[in-house]
């Protein structure tokens, strides 16, 4: 009879261990959450900084890469007007030297 109720004893403390397990379980699981939201909370408000400024980024090298984009047009240009320029001083020094060249040679055949 004692030992019966010795194993009815064991079987309820069982029972009753099972649930309290169960019990701090969830309970555990629901802190967790607790605890995980200000985390998560954290971390997302820092996923969209970090995503603004990566925003900020591509516009700024979308600016650079126009702004290099404009000075190579500006000094192509430059360098076109330099060949121009330098081209047209060559072909006026030839007039130039064409000019004296018949200067001379008219003042050659002048009389003294």
């Known amino acids: 009879e004692l030992w ?3 194993e009815e004893h064991q079987d309820a403390l069982e029972l009753i261990m099972s649930k309290y397990r169960k019990q ?3 309970l555990l699981e629901g802190r967790k959450r607790e605890e995980a939201e ?4 954290v971390h997302q408000a820092n996923s969209g900084e970090i ?5 900020r980024i591509c516009e700024m090298g979308a600016v650079m890469r126009k702004a290099v984009q404009v000075d190579d047009e500006q ?3 430059v360098q076109e007007k330099l060949a ?3 081209l047209e ?6 007039l130039l030297s064409i000019s004296r060249e018949s ?3 008219g003042r050659e055949d002048l009389p003294d």
């Open 75 to 77: 000094f192509f240009k």
């Open 89 to 94: 001083n060559k072909e006026l020094r030839e």
């Open 4 to 6: 019966v109720s010795l």
């Open 84 to 86: 121009q320029l330098e």
């Open 51 to 55: 995503e603004s400024q990566i925003d």
């Open 103 to 105: 200067f001379e040679v």
């Open 24 to 26: 701090m379980l969830q």
């Open 38 to 41: 200000p985390v998560l909370k």
